[in-house]
């Protein structure tokens, strides 16, 4: 029989094809699981265990050695204040977070803020002392906390892990103790027409998080070498463990709002909460949510101006030291002639399993509307993704009766499963095969919940690839993504558009019909006038109802500042007098997020890493904000866990956002708790088949469909095949040696 040629030269008689994919599948797997964090190993004993039916609503609950009794993980309760002035708004968040055992704990929470907004105040209660926290550079402020935590002293470190999702840990919370921290923000509202918005973000959703890329560079004396990059190098740290909502609903948040608008209201009404409305005068109201709130959805409130009353130009200043910050919103003349342009519209629909029930009935219900709204003369095409891509025709095709009808029948029939990949649609959506057709505007409508970890890596490819396309977003459901939603608006030179609930798919897409046919407003710019430090830089393109939001630093008081564009067609200019800025707390802080996000912006269109880091340090140490590269801690100055007590450490569990379904996300098998290696002997966890008391993971949370490999059972498949690969690789050098 003629030798096989694959077979010659490996042991065990294996081909080599074989050999080469067991060495690459055991170092992929060990790779993909030394990306996730490892956590500290804590000790857990016996304190004051629990059943399940000791329980009067949803908890976090962890397996003890004692069978059927479990230990309850520390609780949460938020109270939310916000003073409204004007377009700003000042908001002070209280964390109380409650020990319910014997033992000392440390508790982790991961919790959105508004993508924009600027946190520079932390403060921690220490018996009825408060303590101030300190903005330091993020490495040195975590050596500070675990210090802190290790020595026994009571202590808060506040870290961004994006613009939108802020981590609070408190380490050395004693046995049935409440340690209450507090932090405080400042942000711009936002302006769509005649009515301005307030959004409070309640909960983190999960984020699907793509696995690491793999690739083989080489060998090495016949071993593989791989070079690993991850697009979620943090995976960990945005995703806490979340409850099961069979279980009820924890974190209880009571909210109220101090509104002084300014100008004369019409109405305030406030979408997905119940609220009650105290009006003081025309233009003042206080706004209190009815009752506690479970944390599952955004809290959103609108105020509608009376009738004229909203001004042409609205102008405030802070003066700090020798400098002053203004903030300016100007609203351009409506009115400005509609001449509509045939279109290429490319609709990206995502069916992944977080936008299973309430979501993907949103999104289906806004792409048939969009459908309808095209006119002879444009073209589409239709993108569907989950953890799979599927483009509908092979280009744009002709908005006509026969291909509206196939994207129609296409559309109805979508159900909603798996992982979300967002990253090969958005490059899908962008593909131009005709990138110098001028006939037409070429706008890419994405509707999604962006719950993905791989934002960076998202507005890379914007960055990279925009071309003539300009990106329009719209956020589905209770809990969108704003951060990535509003920056690949931003990024794309598009506008960014929430549904929240099926209710309010008719009017938020015709103002987005409105948004996509109508002038846009371009080039503007700070043309004359006294010399500013204005940001964002340069100032985008504005869409209908838009007002343009500047924030400027300089030593002038007075003086008059020009700022022209085109509308449409149509040049467009206004003056703007400093004198007139009326007193504005906050606005430095303002203007100093603004240019940290203009700045961070830069990455995405190719500026030196380096630079960018440089620049966003020293304005955040400047301003003392919280940054990717700044962080808050506050440190008690006396230790209080006694010297021998060890501490747990705990990550605080979230609500399933409001709407979304278990199953989808998380998939049917998760219907037992997975207990770590670090709580139990590793074949007890293996052998353990009975179902949750009330939590669905412990600790690191679980990991979406198709994402990365950060459970313990990633951890065992990886030594099986890392040993195996191993004795092939010793078994290959041996009989190599022999021969």
Not at 83 to 88: D, E, N
Not at 249 to 273: F, T
């Amino acid at each position: 029989m003629k030798p096989n040629p694959n077979l010659s030269g490996t042991p065990l008689g294996l081909p080599l094809a074989v050999l080469r994919a067991s060495l690459i599948a055991a170092a992929v797997t060990l790779t993909a699981f030394a990306v996730t964090k490892a956590d500290p190993t804590p000790t857990l004993e016996p304190a004051v265990l629990v059943t399940p039916d000791d329980m009067g609503t949803g908890a976090l609950l962890f397996k003890s050695t004692e069978g059927g009794k479990y230990l309850e993980a520390p609780r949460l309760k938020t109270d939310v204040s916000i003073a409204v002035t004007g377009p700003t708004a000042r908001t002070v968040i209280t964390q109380r977070f409650e020990n319910p055992t014997d033992k000392w704990v440390e508790g982790v929470y991961v919790y959105p803020l508004p993508q924009n907004s600027a946190v520079d105040t932390l403060k921690m209660q220490v018996g009825d002392r408060f303590l101030e926290g300190e903005v330091k550079e993020r490495v040195e402020a975590r050596r500070i906390y675990e210090k802190a935590a290790r020595e026994g002293f009571k202590a808060t470190l506040i870290e961004q892990q994006r613009p939108n999702i802020f981590t609070n840990a408190v380490a050395n919370i004693g046995p049935h103790e409440t340690i209450v921290v507090q932090i405080e923000y400042q942000e711009a509202m936002r302006l769509d027409g005649d009515k301005f918005s307030l959004r409070v973000p309640l909960v983190v959703g999960p984020r699907y998080n793509p696995r690491p890329n793999v690739a083989l560079v080489g060998y090495d004396v016949g071993a593989p070498i791989v070079a690993v990059s991850d697009p979620v190098s943090d995976r960990d740290a945005i995703t806490p463990p979340v409850i099961h909502p069979k279980y009820g609903k924890i974190n209880p948040v009571s909210l109220r709002v101090a509104l002084k608008s300014g100008v004369a209201l019409a109405a305030i009404e406030s979408p997905y909460h119940p609220v009650k409305v105290d009006r003081i005068d025309p233009k003042t109201a206080n706004v209190t949510v009815d009752g506690p709130v479970p944390a599952d959805r955004d809290f959103v409130l609108n105020w509608t101006l009376a009738p004229n009353a909203l001004p042409q130009a609205t102008l405030f200043r802070e003066t700090i030291g020798g400098d002053s910050y203004y903030l300016a919103m100007i609203v351009p003349p409506a009115g400005a002639k509609k001449t509509r342009q045939p279109r290429e519209a490319i609709f990206v629909i995502d069916n992944s399993g977080s936008m299973a029930g309430e979501s993907i009935r949103q999104a289906k219900a806004a792409l048939l509307m969009a459908l309808k709204e095209l006119k002879p003369g444009d073209k589409f095409n239709v993108v569907r993704f989950d953890n799979t891509l599927e483009v509908l025709f092979n280009g744009a095709v002709p908005a006509d009766d026969e291909h509206l009808g196939v994207a129609v029948r296409f559309v109805a029939g979508l159900d909603a499963n798996g992982g979300t990949e967002i990253f090969p649609a958005l490059q899908a959506a962008l593909a131009d095969s005709t990138p110098n057709d001028t006939s037409r505007l070429r706008q890419v409508i994405f509707l999604t919940d962006g719950a993905v970890g791989n934002e960076d890596q998202v507005l890379a490819e914007i960055g990279r690839s925009l071309g003539r396309s300009r990106l329009f977003t719209v956020g589905i459901g209770s809990a969108p993504n704003s951060f990535l939603m509003e920056h690949i608006a931003s990024l794309g030179r598009g506008t960014f558009t929430h549904i929240g609930s099926e209710t309010e798919v008719d009017a938020r897409m015709t103002e987005l019909f409105n948004k996509l046919e109508s002038p846009v407003m371009t080039d503007l710019r700070v043309a004359d006038g006294v010399k500013l430090e204005t940001w964002p830089n340069p100032i985008p393109d504005l869409y209908e109802g838009e007002p343009v939001v500047l924030t400027a630093a300089t030593p002038a008081q007075s003086g008059r500042v020009r700022i022209e564009g085109s509308l449409g067609k149509t040049p467009w200019s206004t003056s703007l007098d400093l004198a007139t800025a009326v007193e504005g707390k906050g606005v430095s802080k303002l203007w100093a997020r603004s240019k940290i996000s203009s700045i961070e912006a830069l990455r995405y269109r190719g500026a030196n890493e380096g630079d960018v880091d440089a620049e966003i340090l020293k304005v955040a140490l400047a301003h003392h904000l919280v940054s990717r590269l700044t962080s808050l801690v506050a440190v008690d100055v006396t230790p209080s866990r006694p010297t021998g007590e060890t501490m747990t450490s705990h990550d605080m569990p979230t609500n399933l956002p409001h709407g979304w379904n278990f199953e989808k996300v998380f998939g049917p098998e998760i219907g037992r708790p997975l207990i770590k290696a670090s709580y139990e002997p590793m074949m007890q966890k293996l052998a353990m088949n009975e179902e949750p008391a009330t939590a669905t993971k412990d600790g690191d949370g679980i990991a979406l469909p198709q994402t990365d490999a950060g459970t313990d059972l990633a951890l065992v498949i990886g030594i099986l095949m890392l040993a195996s690969g191993t004795l092939l690789l010793l078994a290959f050098r041996a009989r190599t040696a022999r021969s």
